[in-house]
């Protein structure tokens, strides 16, 4: 059974960083290094928002938002993936979920956390 787990939220001023952890179970070393993974966030009243992927070939894409801010990374062998977040904004507000899943003609995201908050105040 695959499971992920967060951690690493809190509270932070602007401009502040935090980092994200999501630790896997239930995955293979050799199935995690060719899965999809990613990190979305959801805001009250919001839709919930893909801020960061890790294709199954390795590249990462980034939402317009957080590029140059928002750095994801990953390491087979703990299996977790991070998400560093840094010159964080109020907008940056929300709980960020990470998720995993396959490629099939696109990441498709099956497998999801239960988040962490993260709170960003001016």
């Known amino acids: 059974q695959v499971q992920l787990v967060e951690s690493g939220g809190g509270s932070v001023q602007a401009g502040g960083s935090l980092t994200l952890s999501c630790a896997t179970s239930g995955i293979t070393i050799s199935s995690l290094s060719s899965r999809c993974m990613g990190w979305f966030r959801q805001a009250p009243g919001k839709q919930r928002e893909l801020v960061a992927q890790i294709n199954n070939d390795g590249r990462t894409t980034y939402a317009d938002s957080v590029k140059g801010r928002f750095t994801t990374s990953k390491d087979n062998v703990k299996k977790t993936m991070y998400l560093q977040m840094s010159s964080l904004i109020p907008e940056d507000t929300a709980t960020y979920l990470c998720?995993?899943?396959?490629?099939?003609?696109?990441?498709?995201?099956?497998?999801w956390g239960q988040g962490t908050q993260v709170t960003v105040s001016s």
């Open positions: 998720a995993a899943g396959s490629y099939t003609g696109g990441c498709a995201f099956p497998y």
